[in-house]
């Protein structure tokens, strides 16, 4: 899709983000380099580059303003693309597929538009983990092909507030 996102802008001729477009952290807690996730998807970055986090709270938000894609039937991931075309996907932890969807509510519906900052997911924490093989959960930026510049952050980050990437189109 990032050949025809690239012509989407190009036709409906949306200029460049000056700086950059800021992706929020989706998620409270400590960013972890991608290559760190036990999933080889994610750390050898098969479906894209990007960040993990080693969740705290309850709430996956939305990382920026943009349209719900898929939502995944057991409510532990989703993808979000922008109007600028940049496409986002967010995965919580890794095993938790097999948990068929506990711990888990849906919060958003696909096609919905969401504004950065509010809330797709809640999951349970506290059951979760006992129950995964990970807790690091990936952002990744699906759509690399159009990638020009990519700034990963460090430290510690608050769900909706603070930027864990910058990406130029």
């Known amino acids: 899709m990032g050949f025809l996102s690239r012509i989407r802008r190009l036709v409906s001729g949306q200029p460049n983000i000056e700086g950059g477009i800021k992706v929020y952290a989706?998620?409270?807690?400590?960013?972890?380099?991608?290559?760190?996730?036990p999933d080889v998807v994610f750390s050898e970055k098969i479906v894209g580059d990007g960040i993990a986090i080693m969740p705290a709270g309850q709430?996956?938000?939305a990382p920026i303003d943009g349209t719900i894609g898929k939502i995944f039937e057991t409510n532990h991931a989703f993808s979000i693309e922008s109007p600028h075309g940049l496409e986002l996907?967010?995965?919580?932890?890794?095993?938790?597929i097999e948990l068929r969807g506990k711990g888990f509510k849906r919060?958003?519906?696909?096609?919905?538009q969401v504004k950065a900052?509010?809330?797709?997911l809640e999951f349970d924490l506290?059951?979760?983990?006992?129950?995964?093989?990970?807790?690091l959960t990936p952002v990744v930026l699906a759509n690399m092909e159009d990638v020009r510049f990519l700034e990963k952050r460090q430290g510690s980050v608050?769900?909706?507030?603070?930027?864990?990437f910058t990406v130029e189109l």
């Open 126 to 135: 506290d059951y979760l983990q006992g129950q995964v093989n990970s807790l």
């Open 26 to 37: 989706p998620i409270s807690g400590d960013i972890v380099p991608i290559e760190k996730v």
């Open 59 to 61: 709430y996956m938000l």
């Open 107 to 112: 919060l958003a519906q696909e096609g919905q």
């Open 117 to 120: 900052g509010d809330h797709v």
């Open 158 to 164: 608050t769900a909706g507030k603070d930027v864990i």
């Open 89 to 96: 996907f967010v995965h919580f932890g890794v095993g938790t």
